[in-house]
C-alpha cells in the first residue's frame, strides 16, 4: 500500500514511517522541515519519497497525494503557547493546511485519511477522563484548530464520501521529540535538563497532570486506524488511560537518572489546561488499539535515548 505520510520528519512521523517501512509499504514523505528534521529519516532515506513543502500550498501537496491509499495527515503547527502568542499562524497552518489535505485526498480518492487530533480540544472539561461523547470546549487557539480538523474531516466523509479518523492524541512522547524549542514536549526538556544538568522549569505548581503517551502506542494507534472496518467518522483517544503529575515525573527522571535538580517554579502558561486523562474503550473496542508501553518504562526508553544522543553530541563536539 502506498501512505503520504505528512510531517513524515517530524517526531510523531518518522516514528510512523518507520513502522510503515518495516511492515513493508510504500511511503511519500510530505513536510516543511519546519519542525521535523532529514535526520529523523536517516534509516530509511532510500527507501521513501521525500517532498520537500507545506501543507499550506495546495498544489505540492496534490502532488504527495498521487496514486496513494492512505494518507496520515500529521503535519502540524504544534503548541498551545506558540497558538496563544500566535493564532493567525497556527490557523494557517492547522486549519488552512489541514483543508488543502483534505481536498488533495478527496480528489486522489485515497481509501481513509488519518487526522491527527489532540487531546486539547477537551479543554477544561471538569470529568476524568475524557469520553469522545463528551462536548468539546478548547481553550486555546491550538485546541480550536484541532477541533476544527476533526470537523472538517468529517464533513469531507459526509459530503464527498471520504473516509476519515480523527485521533486525539494525549501528549505523545518518546524519541526524536525535539527538545530544543520553547514550544517543545515538556518531557523532552525535562530530559534534556537531567543530561545537561541545568535547572527544570515547571509552569504553576506541577500538579498539573497528563495522560503522556509513548510513541510507539501511537504508531499502534495510527496503522490500526487506516484500516479497521467501521472506524470512518469516528474520533478516538489515544492515550493510556492514566496521568502523572509533572511533580511526580520529576521524581520519576531522578530515579531513573540518578541526579538530584533543584527545580525552579514559574508563573502557569496562558491557555494550558489542568487535568488531562483518556478513556479509551472506543479505541480499545474498534481499532483493536492495545497500548503496550506504560509510563515508566517509556520513560525510562526515552531518558535512554536522550542520553545516547547527548553522548553522540558530545563526542562530536570533541572531534571537531
Ligand atoms: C498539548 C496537548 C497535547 C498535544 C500538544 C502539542 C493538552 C492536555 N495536551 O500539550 O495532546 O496536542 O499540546 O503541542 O492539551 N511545562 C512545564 N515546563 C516546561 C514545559 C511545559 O512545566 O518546560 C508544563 C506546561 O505548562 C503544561 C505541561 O507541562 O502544564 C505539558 O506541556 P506540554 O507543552 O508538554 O504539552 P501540553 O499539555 O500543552
Not at 109 to 127: L, M, N, W
Not at 224 to 237: D, H, T
Not at 249 to 274: C, F
Request: charged letters at 25%; a neutral charge.
Amino acid at each position: 500500500m502506498r501512505f503520504v505520510v505528512t510531517g513524515g520528519a517530524g517526531f510523531i512521523g518518522s516514528n510512523t514511517v518507520d513502522e510503515l517501512i518495516r511492515r513493508g509499504h510504500s511511503v511519500v514523505v510530505l513536510d516543511d522541515l519546519s519542525a521535523g528534521k532529514e535526520e529523523n529519516l536517516a534509516e530509511v532515506r532510500s527507501k521513501i519519497s521525500f517532498i520537500k513543502g507545506s501543507i499550506t500550498d495546495l498544489e505540492v501537496v496534490r502532488k504527495a497525494m498521487h496514486e496513494a491509499d492512505y494518507v496520515l495527515h500529521l503535519a502540524a503547527r504544534t503548541s498551545v503557547p506558540r497558538s496563544v502568542k500566535d493564532p493567525i499562524e497556527t490557523n494557517r497552518v492547522n486549519i488552512d493546511g489541514t483543508l488543502n489535505v483534505l481536498v488533495a485526498a478527496r480528489d486522489a480518492k485515497v481509501k481513509r485519511i488519518v487526522f491527527a487530533a489532540s487531546s486539547s480540544a477537551y479543554g477544561e472539561t471538569p470529568t476524568l477522563p475524557k469520553l469522545e461523547t463528551m462536548q468539546p470546549a478548547p481553550i486555546s487557539p491550538y485546541g480550536v484548530t484541532k477541533y476544527v480538523g476533526e470537523l472538517y474531516a468529517q464533513v469531507f466523509g459526509r459530503a464527498y464520501g471520504l473516509e476519515n479518523v480523527s485521533l486525539r492524541y494525549f501528549n505523545v512522547f518518546g524519541p526524536r521529540q525535539d527538545p530544543n524549542s520553547p514550544y517543545s514536549g515538556v518531557l523532552s526538556k525535562f530530559c534534556t535538563a537531567f543530561l545537561e544538568g541545568t535547572q527544570p522549569a515547571i509552569f504553576g505548581d506541577g500538579e498539573q497532570s497528563r495522560d503522556f503517551t509513548y510513541i510507539e502506542n501511537v504508531v499502534q494507534a495510527n496503522l490500526l486506524a487506516c484500516e479497521a472496518p467501521s472506524a470512518s467518522g469516528k474520533v478516538f483517544n489515544v492515550g493510556t488511560g492514566s496521568r502523572f503529575t509533572l511533580n511526580q515525573t520529576l521524581a520519576m527522571l531522578q530515579r531513573i537518572s540518578g541526579v538530584n535538580l533543584e527545580v525552579k517554579y514559574e508563573p502557569a502558561r496562558e491557555g494550558d489546561i489542568r487535568d488531562s486523562q483518556a478513556d479509551i474503550t472506543q479505541g480499545r473496542e474498534i481499532l483493536a488499539y492495545n497500548p503496550t508501553v506504560e509510563f515508566e518504562e517509556g520513560l525510562e526508553r526515552t531518558f535512554s535515548w536522550y542520553r545516547e544522543s547527548h553522548a553522540k553530541t558530545l563526542a562530536k563536539q570533541k572531534a571537531e
